[in-house]
């Protein structure tokens, strides 16, 4: 069965930081990926997505993401984090046998301290 | 842009009543999808729809039923609201390319359910 895990729960950076937000998924056939951020009571907002090409994709608000199918990962990055960028950061997974289903994980939670 | 639009931001009811949450997009989209978010369970899909009068039962649709008679509009019925469907609802679309599952889905704003 599909799935999705982002192994860390929370994740505190200092403002001007990198970042790296783990994804991991577990798939047949190549996936669609996707990333979401949910800013504080709001519904998620695509960051970027990846569908075949080029494993680095670049998003919105500066992130980007790497595609690597011998780790069956999906990693966000950001070279500097903002303070706005605080909010929880959701992977996806788009499977086709089932149509048009989505897999989400189940979040990473991002603080960022001045 | 998408815009998908939630008809409540904030809900309270009671126990056993019944509730309905509406969802419009405005992009001509096939696909609708309702979830619920709860603390670290993610997004857990409870019906999605590929097209009017078309519903499929998500992960955790019991409780819940869905209606779509209109293209933009989906709605949410909790038919006999209790307490553990106290949670942030989410509404999403997305269109039909030809290949399933490769389009991004556009979330509306979500709507918190508080039942008492």
């Known amino acids: 069965a599909q799935s999705v895990t982002q192994p860390d729960i929370h994740i505190t950076v200092s403002e001007g930081a990198s970042l790296e937000l783990r994804c991991n998924y577990s798939?047949?056939?190549?996936?669609?990926l996707f990333w979401y951020v949910q800013s504080p009571g709001q519904g998620l907002q695509l960051l970027l997505k990846y569908f075949s090409g080029d494993t680095l994709v670049q998003g919105i608000k500066g992130f980007e993401a790497e595609f690597k199918r011998s780790q069956s990962s999906f990693n966000l990055r950001k070279p500097s984090v903002h303070w706005s960028d605080a909010a929880e950061y959701f992977c996806?997974?788009?499977?086709?046998?089932?149509?048009?289903?989505?897999?989400f994980g189940t979040g990473t939670s991002l603080t960022v301290i001045p | 842009d998408v815009k998908v639009t939630q008809s409540s931001r904030y809900l309270v009811k009671r126990t056993g009543e019944k509730v309905f949450l509406e969802c419009v997009q405005d992009m001509d989209h096939e696909n609708m999808f309702w979830y619920r978010q709860d603390p670290g369970l993610g997004l857990r899909l409870i019906y999605f729809?590929?097209?009017?009068?078309?519903?499929e039962k998500g992960d955790i649709p019991e409780g819940y039923s869905v209606s779509r008679e209109k293209k933009e509009r989906f709605s949410l019925i909790l038919e006999s609201a209790s307490t553990n469907q106290t949670s942030m609802y989410l509404c999403a679309s997305s269109r039909v390319s030809g290949l399933p599952g490769n389009q991004p889905q556009h979330f509306g704003d979500g709507t918190r359910l508080s039942i008492l």
């Open positions: 729809s590929y097209d009017v009068k078309m519903k």
């Open positions: 798939y047949g056939a190549t996936p669609y």
């Open positions: 996806a997974v788009g499977a086709l046998p089932t149509g048009n289903q989505f897999y």
